[in-house]
């Protein structure tokens, strides 16, 4: 365990990167990383890094904060965050070159780093974050605090993912110790749909195929993304629609945010091996959420979907009940 530390002291330039397109977990967990050494570690320069689009959504998260700062020509730490794979810090891939310490909570992970830190059985990088906190008696703050809460009611889809655990319940109560508006923050990721987001949902709707019952898809095309005006964030959440339908297993959702460009999300009650689905597709996630991007035409990575999930649906044992 005292390698971590160790690492920290011997190094005074230190990277944090995090996947491609980041979502709030990457995003949340990189920053509070960087104050967590900050606040805790004398003498050190820590630059965050994460390729691809940082939405509006985000912008309450990085107002203060910077990101992807002109890159030093030399590291000698990096933490890779919240990434089943190398590849998937896309252009930042490059700069690395040196020792990894590798955080993650995905199934799918490679565990490619130096020292690796990762785990299925948390529900997010900033709660795994939270615990290595503790672990170590590294200090918090209100603002180190505020981000680990928002990845982790992100990621668990305000706490209602099959992600959810006890040890999940516990870091939130520590954390709720701190000063922060949690209240503010369930509002803002939770009750502030845009109009964008709803035309979105109600095409999804509109698409909805099922297979034996127990397996939907959604699909939302380049042509309706495009005149509803939409950004990524506004795709954000709308699979969940599908996995809480009565009877539904598995659901997958098709959003072509440009042309021939296909981001795949996928969701399970438990199941069903999703990840590995997302895996073949040189994606990734767990067993509760996975995702992957496709280049090519929406309906045939449907239909390829559709094939790999299908013979797992007709392998599951129908429940009579549900036993609390």
Same mark, same amino acid.
């Given at each position: ?24 977990? !990457?995003?949340?967990? @990189? ?13 050190? *320069? ?6 691809g689009?940082?939405g509006e ?28 794979? =190398? ?8 700069? =690395?070159?040196? +020792?990894?310490?590798n955080?993650d ?12 830190y990762?785990?299925p ?6 709660e ?13 703050t209100?603002?180190? !605090?505020?981000?680990?809460y ?12 099959? &992600?959810? @655990?006890?040890?999940?319940?516990? !870091?939130?109560? *520590? ?6 508006? @949690?209240?503010?923050?369930? *509002? ?19 698409? =909805?195929? =099922? ?16 005149k ?16 809480n339908?009565n009877?539904? +297993?598995?659901? !997958? ?35 509760? &959420?996975?995702?992957? *991007?496709y280049?090519?035409?929406i ?15 007709? +392998? ?9």
């Open positions: 365990m005292k390698q971590l530390i160790e690492k920290i002291d011997n190094a005074k330039k230190i990277a944090i990167i995090s996947h491609i397109n980041p979502d709030a977990d !990457a995003l949340c967990s @990189s920053i509070a990383l960087k104050n967590i050494i900050l606040n805790n570690f004398d003498f050190k *320069q820590v630059d965050v890094f994460v390729d689009n940082i959504l985000y912008d309450p998260i990085v107002r203060n904060e910077v990101i992807n700062p002109e890159p030093l020509s030399k590291y000698d730490l990096f933490f890779i965050l919240d990434c089943p794979n =190398i590849s998937r810090t896309g252009n930042y891939q490059n700069m =690395i070159d040196g +020792e990894i310490i955080i909570h995905h199934e799918t992970n490679e565990k490619f780093g130096t020292i690796n990762v785990t059985k948390l529900s997010s990088t900033c795994y974050l939270y615990y290595l906190t503790q672990a170590y008696n590294l200090d918090l209100n603002r180190i !605090a505020k981000y680990l928002q990845g982790i009611i992100t990621d668990t889809n305000c706490f209602t993912s099959l &992600s959810m @655990s006890a040890t999940t319940h516990n !870091a939130v109560s *520590q954390l709720l110790k701190f000063k922060f508006d @949690s209240d503010a923050i369930r *509002q803002y990721y939770f009750k502030n749909n845009s109009l964008s987001k709803t035309v979105l949902m109600t095409k999804a709707f509109k698409s =909805i195929k =099922i297979y034996k019952g127990r397996f939907l898809t959604m699909k939302i095309d380049y042509d309706t993304y495009r509803a005006e939409a950004t990524y964030e506004d795709t954000l959440g709308i699979v969940d629609n599908g996995i339908i009877g539904i +297993e598995a659901c !997958a959702i098709l959003i072509e945010t440009e042309p021939n460009k296909i981001n795949v999300s996928l969701r399970n009650k438990g199941k069903v091996d999703i990840a590995n689905v997302a895996k073949e597709f040189n994606g990734g996630g767990s067993n509760a &959420s996975a995702a992957f *991007q280049e090519g035409d309906k045939d990575i449907e239909r390829q979907v559709v094939e790999k999930i299908q013979p797992l649906i007709e +392998e599951i044992k129908i429940e009579d009940e549900i036993i609390f």
